[in-house]
């Protein structure tokens, strides 16, 4: 069973940035497509970014340029690099470990708590 923890959210003013960490257990992550979600209050769990087992990685337009997600293998972690941060940013984000398809990220069903993102303006 996959169990995932995510980590680093926090409070940061417009234009600032963090780095979101999530951790597996159950599961190497190298040998899994990973994806970032965010979630408000009313609101669909929305796909922010997403990273292949090769190289490739896919983002939602409004983060193109911002957000970049990566791996670190040896320490069995997958990253999302939020730079120039919005209000509009501000979210609960969750990992997935899912599957890569026709070129696009699938999630399943494996989620972890979440780590709160929130941006004042």
């Known amino acids: 069973q996959i169990q995932l923890v995510e980590s680093g959210g926090g409070l940061v003013q417009a234009g600032g940035s963090l780095r979101l960490s999530c951790a597996a257990s159950g599961t190497t992550l190298s040998t899994r497509p990973m994806g970032w979600y965010r979630q408000v209050p009313g609101k669909l769990r929305e796909l922010v970014a997403a990273?292949?087992?090769?190289?490739?990685?896919n983002y939602r337009d409004d983060v193109k340029g911002r957000f970049t997600i990566s791996r670190d293998n040896a320490k069995n972690l997958v990253y999302l690099q939020m730079n120039s941060l919005k209000p509009e940013d501000t979210a609960v984000y969750y990992c997935n470990a899912g599957s890569w398809f026709g070129g696009s990220y699938v999630r399943s069903e494996s989620w972890g708590q979440g780590t709160q993102v929130t941006v004042s303006s």
């Open positions: 990273i292949s087992t090769g190289p490739k990685t």
